[in-house]
């Protein structure tokens, strides 16, 4: 079955540790991305990743980093966690780079809580 | 960069079509529209997709109009479980983004 697997769902953490929301998708797709959404400015692109070691900043980058190692996993990395990036994070991945006529399919989502 | 306009919420009676708009006024040609459905604060699920023509799958039909301007999701018989934010979006040739906007909060009701 097509899957994206964000791990883990829930998290709550405290201010300054540093943490790492794991992404992984099983359909050999070129690009993934990460999102983030909060009540009101619906979802917004962090970073965006269109094949392994190939990383670009999306809208709202800061506080974050990604890597792609390897095709099938693009992690999310929070050095230095800070309250307001308390937010509801989904992964995201597409076949094609290029192609115009593919779906994006979304994992289920990580609820990141920073106190 | 609002691609999209849709209504922000809408009431449908379970059983019947729930029709879904949104303006696309400035799509470029090679531009695709999607549809995604978001329940809860589940991932968005994708629903459907089209260029030009008219499509249909096992969820839903997307209409799109002539000049391509505007579109409309159309759920043929709704159910409670079809109660979500849905979501039109305008696929960028840059490719770097989905654009997702406000979508429009469908609540089917018994």
């Known amino acids: 079955e097509a899957q994206v697997t964000q791990n883990p769902r829930y998290l709550i953490t405290v201010t300054g540790k540093k943490l790492t929301v794991t992404c992984s998708q099983n359909?050999?797709?070129?690009?993934m991305s990460w999102y983030r959404q909060d009540p009101g400015l619906g979802l917004r692109q962090i970073y965006y990743s269109m094949n392994v070691e190939v990383t670009d900043k999306g809208d709202v980058p800061e506080g974050y980093k990604v890597s792609r190692k390897e095709k099938r996993n693009f992690p999310l990395i929070l050095e230095s966690p800070s309250p307001n990036q308390t937010s509801l994070y989904f992964c995201a991945s597409v076949g094609t780079v290029h192609s115009m006529n593919t779906e994006a399919f979304f994992g289920q989502g990580t609820r990141l809580t920073v106190v | 960069d609002a691609k999209t306009t849709q209504p922000p919420s809408m009431d449908c009676a379970e059983g019947r079509a729930a029709n879904l708009p949104c303006n696309h006024s400035t799509i470029s040609g090679n531009e695709y529209v999607y549809w995604y459905r978001q329940i809860h604060s589940q991932g968005p699920q994708y629903i459907i997709h089209g260029l030009k023509n008219n499509e249909t799958n096992e969820m839903a039909s997307l209409i799109i109009t002539e000049d391509r301007k505007s579109s409309t999701l159309i759920l043929p018989h709704a159910t409670l479980r079809d109660t979500a934010v849905y979501y039109c979006i305008v696929r960028p040739y840059n490719f770097n983004k989905f654009y997702f906007g406000s979508g429009t909060k469908l609540n089917v009701k018994p």
């Open positions: 359909m050999n797709h070129e690009y």
